[in-house]
């Protein structure tokens, strides 16, 4: 029975890892590791390679955290309260060791786009739109009325 809760848990657990991987790939071309760039330094070969890097990083982690978590998980006897325990301990430290490493590939870019000096190679506009509370709201506020009237149903 905890073999298949480990294994469950484990497949849960890979789309999250497979999604804290390739987020360097699933950004804008505007913003690397969360420093703005111009569009056409992202695919350099500098910048190919950290995210590349990364990745890598990322999934080497990954793969130990999973080969941990199913050697602990699988081979020793534990009681539901333990594997929830184990649980939540692996998702924490894989998620502060992961905002770490991504921490440092943020501080790269940025020591990167300050040498390279990119913000002052072109003029930046800003556009401010103030004109949005005059425009209708697309509800209006009477459709909240029945929320509400569900609310003190449900109350009494």
């Given amino acids: 029975m905890m073999t298949n809760l480990i294994l469950l848990i484990t497949l849960t657990l890979l789309p999250a890892f497979i999604s804290i991987m390739f987020i360097p790939y699933w950004t804008r071309k505007t913003e690397s590791f969360g420093v703005s760039i111009p569009a056409d330094i992202y695919d350099t070969s500098a910048l190919k390679s950290m995210r590349k890097k990364y990745t890598i990083i990322i999934g080497v982690i990954s793969l130990l955290t999973i080969c941990v978590f199913l050697g602990y998980g699988l081979f020793t006897n534990m009681s539901e309260s333990m594997v929830g325990w184990l649980v939540g301990t692996t998702i924490t430290l894989f998620m502060i060791i992961s905002f ?48 509400l009237f569900l609310f003190f149903l449900r109350l009494s």
């Fill in 100 to 147: 770490m490493i991504y921490l440092i590939f943020h501080q790269k870019m940025k020591q990167i786009k300050s040498t390279a000096k990119w913000g002052r190679q072109r003029t930046q506009k800003l556009a401010i739109h103030t004109q949005f509370r005059q425009q209708k709201l697309r509800y209006s506020n009477n459709w909240f009325t029945f929320h």
